[in-house]
């Protein structure tokens, strides 16, 4: 369930106050002057059998006894009573409540949850059939300052704003609406969560997101339920406004111990992380910075890099603004000669020559004016931090207007980035009224200042993340399923947690991934005889084969630099004495043995699958080899990735600077690493029993990677699926259209980007005006991306192409689902070249279909009246046609799919 009958819950007309009070101090007693006092239209009913009025309305005994069917309950009353509350409210009609009592299962006490999770779950039960929506329980409550809603038992009352606020914490809620009040900041919506029973982040990210009103949402999280639902939900609404997430736990060891390397490195907290940025959210770590971070979004022009300048009048404050990058997605810009000599016309002669910019003590505003339009105009620099100390030389707020007057007074496509900092207390004022004045961003610190255009450069960065168009990787790779799916399906059936390393050796190459050639022998005298087959002159490798060994070099079951099979028989039979002696209980099946590789320039990395408990499979990348673990320097990314997304994975760790390669040491294959993850991604998603997969070492140098060692761990139960829905490649077919021509029709991918402009371009100018409702005489790289880069959970773009694909695309059709699948609008563009061949009616089977299949209630689309052909097409295909009440020049076409979704949508 997702945003069904939010509605009544953040836009209600009429309340019941369930366990109302007169008792002072009380939460029913604080909940109702907050209700009666922030100004709601409608009525507010108080129940409570013992009262007969509460600030001046009449109480009622039972729920059953209210006049009208309230929009909104509000329930604080003891926790066996919820129950049944809800159940009743449901027979009546109502269809929202928000549970305020504790005692469903908090704390660590074991007899306590156990309770507690009985009443959740007897709450639910009541609520299901009704379709009542529920926040909570145990939460502090909602307010929606513009409808005059406050049904929190905050101490404040929170401010009508743009900005809305999730928190699953009642005491940050109350912290946050504190420190709000004394900053004049406002709040569109205060939503506190609890324990989230029903509503989540997932369905408050979706209803958020359809709020025109929300210019930023704010979120305090301790934990997602529902990851799919709530990436779709995340990456939706950050396409549209800033989603600033504080996530506490980001230094407790959340993790378990695991067998293996990357098991050990994935903690849960880094993953949280891997999905934020993955749905195109800022993180911030303090509850200032969550604030903070929303008013620099607002207020600050967006970054075109990472670049920036420093202006100061104080050198020792330029220091601690570069001190303060290393922390921060921030680059000290490096300027350029040209900028260089400018300055020196414009500056004394004992300014700094470099970046900081230091101007000296006595600058005015005529220096302050000339060095920041100089700042302004380098290329190579992204934004400008000014900063200010006061002086007795000089007056602080005559330079405060020169930075104001240098930012107004340039071009809009002219402007940067500009932050200010002006140090001090009484002197600073009225210089941080006239940058307020001016909508410029000013910090108390220049540390504060440097972490918020980190923010900046952050969030920028997500959101290209989003946007950008990724090399493709189709055909560079085939897949043999069977063949990867052959070992695996034997150790589940065996029983068996672990692949043995030839076996995972074999899953990795039926995806793609290179590896050494590793076969197995069952003792020293097979060793010879598998070693004399691969020996090619040069030297030969041994590994004990056991499933209780999986670090083998702890127990000297690695053996190198065999130069004869007859080496490596001795070098078996030695091993196999010492792991006896160091591990008797291990069970033996014999040896591994391979061809050496000889990459004496090759970088040695790490890179693998394991299981989020919360969000499934995660692709993790970093700086190999034994010290792995001393080094971690490993980043995580959620599946399913493209070239784009693996190189910016690889961007993230230390080691990525030296895969550029330096002193004599050649650059790496980063295009053979990145494909190499991706494929690892594609195998994550494609054989769902793979729990985790270790490849350590990947060597990686300029003629591409290998793997020489890996380790495959499986399950035969239930595992978590990928938190983004990957390519639905089971939706690929062939259609024939109605003059026998047979075509491709397959879902859309981010790699169609590259081919998406060159075939709209061959549509005419009159079809494009049919499809977006007006010219369109260029094709914005944004508009690509949003129509290539699509949620499969919730959207589906199918492309007509060629049998054999050729990169044309002869028609595209697709469907945008809302969250709940109660309605999907299509729209589709047949190339003009490619019409009367029956290719529309043949895309609109093919998307009705596909809505019914997902059991979408209805789908629905938007038609210009003038065109004829659309309108006979849908008509015939038993669409209602009906006029455009709001534009006389559109209709809407609506056909309904599935009864029950239609039910549904009606309750």
């Known amino acids: 369930m997702s945003i069904r009958h939010l509605d009544r819950l953040f836009a209600p007309k009429s309340i019941a106050l369930i366990g109302a009070s007169r008792k002072p101090h009380s939460v029913g007693a604080v909940l109702a002057r907050n ?168 369905d408050m990210l979706d209803y958020l997101a359809a709020d025109s009103s929300v210019r930023a949402i704010l979120l305090y999280v301790e934990h997602v339920t529902h990851a799919r639902k709530f990436m779709s939900a995340a990456r939706a609404a950050a396409r549209s406004r800033p989603v600033i997430v504080v996530k506490s736990g980001r230094t407790a060891l959340a993790q378990q111990a695991a067998a293996s390397h990357t098991g050990a490195l994935a903690g849960s907290d880094e993953v949280y992380d891997a999905a934020f940025r993955r749905a195109g959210m800022l993180r911030v770590h303090t509850l200032a910075d969550l604030f903070g971070a929303a008013e620099i979004l607002a207020r600050a022009r967006r970054p075109n890099g990472d670049r920036l300048a420093v202006l100061t009048n104080g050198g020792g404050l330029g220091v601690m603004a570069v001190d303060a990058m290393a922390g921060e997605a921030v680059q000290l810009a490096n300027l350029a000669p040209e900028t260089v000599e400018k300055l020196n016309r414009v500056l004394p002669p004992t300014w700094s020559h470099a970046n900081p910019v230091d101007i000296i003590g006595d600058a005015g505003p005529e220096r302050y004016r000339a060095a920041l339009d100089t700042l302004m105009d380098a290329p190579e620099v992204d934004g400008v931090l000014v900063l200010n100390c006061p002086t007795a030389l000089a007056e602080s707020d005559e330079a405060a207007g020169a930075v104001v007057a240098s930012t107004a007074d340039r071009p809009a496509d002219g402007r940067k980035t500009v932050l200010t900092s002006w140090l001090g207390d009484h002197t600073a004022v009225k210089a941080r009224k006239v940058f307020a004045t001016a909508r410029l961003p000013t910090f108390t610190t220049p540390e504060d200042a440097v972490r918020g255009f980190g923010q900046l450069s952050r969030f920028r960065r997500n959101q290209m993340e989003l946007l950008q168009t990724p090399k493709s990787v189709e055909g560079e790779f085939d897949v043999d399923l069977a063949r990867a799916r052959g070992p695996v399906e034997l150790a589940v059936g065996e029983g068996r947690k672990w692949l043995d390393e030839a076996d995972a050796k074999q899953v990795l190459k039926a995806f793609g991934v290179p590896v050494v050639e590793t076969r197995k022998a069952s003792d020293p005298n097979a060793v010879a005889a598998v070693a004399a087959q691969i020996h090619n002159g040069g030297r030969l490798a041994i590994k004990i084969l056991s499933p209780d060994i999986l670090h083998k070099s702890d127990v000297g079951g690695v053996a190198l630099d065999l130069v004869s099979p007859g080496a490596a028989a001795d070098a078996a039979r030695a091993m196999l004495e010492r792991v006896k002696r160091i591990k008797p209980e291990a069970r033996i099946d014999g040896f591994t043995v391979q061809q050496m590789v000889s990459k004496p320039m090759a970088h040695e990395l790490i890179c693998g699958i394991t299981v989020d408990p919360t969000f499934g499979p995660v692709v993790m990348f970093g700086k190999g080899g034994v010290a792995v673990e001393v080094i971690r320097d490993t980043q995580l990314a959620l599946p399913p990735l493209n070239m784009t997304l693996a190189r910016e994975l690889m961007e993230r760790t230390r080691v990525w600077r030296q895969l550029q390669g330096y002193r004599g040491r050649p650059a790496a294959d980063i295009d053979a690493i990145a494909l190499a993850l991706v494929k690892l991604a594609r195998l994550a998603t494609d054989v769902p029993e793979i729990m985790e997969i ?214």
């Open 35 to 202: 209700l009666f006092s922030s100004g709601f239209a409608g009525p507010i009913m108080p129940v409570n059998p013992h009262e007969t009025a509460i600030n001046g309305a009449l109480c009622y005994k039972e729920v059953s006894d209210l006049p009208i069917v309230p929009d909104l309950a509000v329930v604080a009353t003891p926790p066996d009573t919820v129950p049944g509350l809800i159940g009743k409210l449901g027979e009546m009609g109502c269809r929202s409540a928000v549970v305020l009592t504790a005692g469903f299962g908090e704390g660590t006490d074991a007899a306590q949850k156990a309770e507690g999770e009985k009443r959740v779950e007897a709450m639910l039960h009541a609520a299901k059939p009704h379709l009542l929506r529920i926040v909570g329980p145990n939460c502090l409550g909602i307010a929606v300052p513009g409808v005059g809603l406050n049904a929190t038992f905050a101490h404040v009352t929170p401010q009508k704003g743009d900005v809305a606020l999730v928190t699953q914490s009642g005491a940050v809620a109350t912290a946050l609406l504190d420190w709000a009040a004394s900053h004049g900041i406002g709040f569109s919506h205060v939503v506190s969560m609890g324990d989230m029973s029903d509503v989540d982040f997932g």
């Open 694 to 907: 270790d490849i350590n070492p990947l060597l990686a140098d300029e003629a591409g990677v290998v793997a020489l060692d890996a380790r495959i761990a499986v399950t035969a139960g239930f595992r978590l699926r990928p938190a983004i829905k990957a390519y639905p490649a089971e939706l690929e077919k062939t259609i024939t259209l109605r003059d026998g021509q047979r075509l491709k029709l397959r879902p859309v991918r981010p790699e169609d980007a590259a081919i998406y402009r060159p075939n709209l371009e061959k549509c005419d100018p009159a079809d494009i005006r049919m499809r977006f409702f007006g010219p369109l005489k260029t094709v914005p790289e944004t508009l690509i991306a949003r129509l290539t880069q699509i949620d499969y959970d919730r959207e589906m773009c199918f492309l007509a192409t060629p049998e054999e694909e050729t990169g044309e695309i002869f028609g595209w059709v697709r469907v945008t689902s809302d969250p709940d699948n109660l309605r999907s609008e299509y729209a589709i563009l047949v190339r003009s070249d490619w019409k009367g061949h029956g290719l529309g009616w043949t895309l609109m089977e093919e998307i009705i279909a596909y809505g019914r299949a997902r059991g979408t209630g209805e789908i629905w689309g938007t038609i210009l009246r003038e065109n004829d052909a659309m309108i006979d097409i849908v008509r015939q295909l038993g669409f209602h046609i009906t006029g455009d009440p709001d534009d006389t020049t559109l209709v809407k076409a609506r056909l309904p799919l599935n009864d029950s979704a239609e039910r549904q949508a009606a309750q």
